[in-house]
């Protein structure tokens, strides 16, 4: 099994017009979760009208701190060799795979559903594997949601480790 790395985005709004303002990763080492997360500097062509003080209530990302950011192509290169060629992942695949793309300036890697992924992965030759499914949406819904990118690829990638299970994260 291809280990996938889990993605999300937070962004200006959630408008078509909307911009990425984080992106953060998480993927399974081992038994390790690994997270990383970058903030975006917005490129001078985005539409600074489509900030939505709503939503940065909810991601609690306040606009001056993204001049602090690194530039979008920067974080662009960084998830690109980031990624390593694996499979992303991602809740809301619809959103994240439009600010994926924005981000990278052209069409990215292709984002996969996790509910698609948790099906398949978790599913024994076709039939469901109940005890499974359970730990992975157990885990998901037990764990908070922040709304900050890296935190809510982990949780993605927490769930899917319960659904490893102990003996198959020793041999990934």
Known sequence: MIQPVFIDFEASSLSPAS?????GLAWFDGKKVVV???????????????????????HGIPRPDLEAAAFAD????????S???RPLVSDAP????????????RPGPQIDDFDRVVWQAFSDGGDVNA?????VYESKTNRPVRHRA????????YAWRAGVGKYQSKHL
């Not at 890296?150 to 990638?157: M, T, Y």
């Open 83 to 85: 990624l390593a060629g």
């Open 150 to 157: 890296g935190d809510d690829a982990a949780g993605l990638c």
């Open 131 to 135: 005890g499974r499914l359970h730990r």
């Open 74 to 81: 920067d974080v662009a290169t960084w998830l690109l060799a």
């Open 36 to 58: 990383q997360s970058r903030l975006i500097r917005p490129r001078p062509e985005w539409p600074e009208d489509d900030w939505n003080p709503a939503s940065e209530k909810v």
């Open 94 to 105: 619809e959103f994240d795979q439009r600010w994926l793309d924005q981000l990278l300036g």
């Open 19 to 23: 911009w990425p303002i984080e992106v």
